[in-house]
């Protein structure tokens, strides 16, 4: 998109942001909540386009009173210079301003609104990896709740170390799969684990999987396809641990996919529970399909289909954090494994977006 097109594109969405903030102080629209929940939305997304775009406009404007004292300076060294040096950093602004417009014009992901499961498996590893599963659940739920979002474990099994085989985390909250959607694949560490005698260092996996979430709309679900069985919870847990047919283990025939839950107490929450869960992989799987054509970025940004990527690598020995995507490395991993994960996602966002400008622009 050359800057002509650009800048015409631009134009249109500021008059149709200026026509939507009139449409927000119609008390008629207010009125009907759906319809301005809709409008709202597509006032907030357009905002920070319009917000970038003007400060576009005041940095061309300031570029243009520079290069006029440039042009009056002719006679006069020390202004002229100072004029330069204004205008360079002036333009350097300008190009940032259109490499970020450019980007915000992109087409958008139609999930990136969604709430997303977060599903953790332990790899390679032992019970280190099962130890790892239940850190890197923390690591999200500490981000998320930095987010104000809300978390909930849908499905888990726990192991009588500490740590969990699997485990499935539901993100309830504005823009979670935009943000969390590049932490799909495996999650590698090295450290020594607290069982270890010897005191040597160990290397294990889990995988992450990250699918967003879907409505019940969108995924049809027959109840003829499904097996539902119930069964005793096994495991850590209270008193009605192995004394009530309340867990729930459902099959989706056609797929074969499997999905099971216990960790309520009531069979009906952990039914619905484990149905969230299985609408969402039945998403993800018509997405995969429907993006066939566009499999080569897919691989690029999570991974093969079966999360077999190594994506990071978190040694504790050495407080790092190295993402092999986009070869970041921060000597931080204390901070990361609490949450602080904000730095390490705007790197990914604006690298995976940038690759998408270039084959915009090829």
Same mark, same amino acid.
């Given at each position: 998109?050359?800057?002509?097109?650009?800048?015409?594109?631009?134009?249109?969405?500021?008059?149709?942001?200026?026509?939507?903030?009139?449409?927000?102080?119609?008390?008629?629209? %207010? /009125?009907?909540?759906?319809? $301005? *929940? =809709?409008?709202?939305?597509?006032? &907030? #997304?357009?905002?920070? +386009? %319009? /917000?970038?775009?003007?400060? $576009? *406009? =005041?940095?061309?404007?300031?570029? &243009? #009173?520079?290069?006029? +004292?440039? /042009?009056?300076?002719?006679?006069?060294?020390?202004?002229?210079?100072?004029?330069?040096?204004?205008?360079?950093?002036?333009?350097?602004?300008?190009?940032?301003?259109?490499?970020?417009?450019?980007?915000?014009?992109?087409?958008?992901?139609?999930?990136?609104?969604?709430?997303?499961?977060?599903?953790?498996?332990?790899?390679?590893?032992?019970?280190?990896?099962?130890?790892?599963?239940?850190?890197?659940?923390?690591?999200?739920?500490?981000?998320?709740?930095?987010?104000?979002?809300?978390?909930?474990?849908?499905?888990?099994?726990?192991?009588?170390?500490?740590?969990?085989?699997?485990?499935?985390?539901?993100?309830?909250?504005?823009?979670?799969?935009?943000?969390?959607?590049?932490?799909?694949?495996?999650?590698?560490?090295?450290?020594?684990?607290?069982?270890?005698?010897?005191?040597?260092?160990?290397?294990?996996?889990?995988?992450?999987?990250?699918?967003?979430?879907?409505?019940?709309?969108?995924?049809?679900?027959?109840?003829?396809?499904?097996?539902?069985?119930?069964?005793?919870?096994?495991?850590?847990?209270?008193?009605?641990?192995?004394?009530?047919?309340?867990?729930?283990?459902?099959?989706?025939?056609?797929?074969?996919?499997?999905?099971?839950?216990?960790?309520?107490?009531?069979?009906?929450?952990?039914?619905?529970?484990?149905?969230?869960?299985?609408?969402?992989?039945?998403?993800?799987?018509?997405?995969?399909?429907?993006?066939?054509?566009?499999?080569?970025?897919?691989?690029?940004?999570?991974?093969?289909?079966?999360?077999?990527?190594?994506?990071?690598?978190?040694?504790?020995?050495?407080?790092?954090?190295?993402?092999?995507?986009?070869?970041?490395?921060?000597?931080?991993?204390?901070?990361?494994?609490?949450?602080?994960?904000?730095?390490?996602?705007?790197?990914?966002?604006?690298?995976?977006?940038?690759?998408?400008?270039?084959?915009?622009?090829?």
């Amino acid at each position: 998109m050359n800057d002509e097109l650009l800048f015409e594109k631009l134009t249109v969405l500021e008059q149709r942001y200026r026509e939507l903030t009139r449409e927000l102080g119609n008390p008629d629209l %207010i /009125a009907d909540g759906r319809k $301005y *929940r =809709k409008t709202a939305r597509a006032y &907030r #997304e357009l905002g920070e +386009v %319009i /917000a970038r775009f003007e400060e $576009y *406009r =005041k940095l061309e404007a300031s570029a &243009r #009173e520079t290069r006029t +004292v440039l /042009a009056d300076s002719a006679d006069d060294p020390e202004m002229k210079a100072l004029a330069e040096d204004e205008l360079a950093a002036l333009e350097a602004g300008l190009d940032g301003c259109r490499r970020d417009l450019r980007i915000l014009l992109l087409p958008k992901d139609p999930n990136d609104d969604r709430n997303v499961m977060i599903e953790i498996r332990a790899g390679t590893g032992g019970d280190e990896a099962t130890l790892f599963a239940s850190d890197v659940l923390r690591m999200y739920a500490r981000f998320a709740e930095r987010q104000g979002w809300k978390v909930e474990i849908m499905s888990s099994s726990p192991t009588g170390v500490g740590g969990f085989k699997e485990v499935v985390l539901l993100v309830e909250g504005r823009g979670a799969y935009s943000r969390l959607k590049y932490e799909s694949g495996v999650h590698r560490v090295q450290r020594v684990p607290s069982t270890e005698a010897s005191g040597r260092l160990h290397t294990s996996a889990v995988t992450v999987a990250v699918l967003p979430e879907a409505d019940a709309v969108e995924v049809d679900i027959q109840e003829k396809d499904l097996r539902v069985e119930t069964f005793c919870s096994s495991g850590p847990g209270g008193q009605s641990v192995n004394t009530t047919y309340s867990a729930v283990r459902i099959t989706h025939r056609p797929t074969n996919l499997v999905v099971s839950c216990q960790d309520e107490k009531s069979q009906i929450k952990n039914k619905a529970k484990a149905m969230r869960v299985l609408r969402s992989r039945l998403y993800e799987m018509k997405m995969e399909e429907r993006q066939q054509a566009l499999a080569d970025e897919r691989k690029a940004m999570v991974g093969t289909g079966d999360r077999s990527q190594k994506i990071r690598t978190y040694n504790y020995p050495q407080n790092r954090v190295s993402d092999h995507r986009i070869g970041l490395t921060v000597h931080r991993l204390d901070a990361i494994m609490d949450g602080d994960l904000a730095d390490t996602i705007d790197a990914l966002t604006t690298h995976f977006q940038t690759e998408r400008l270039k084959k915009e622009v090829a």
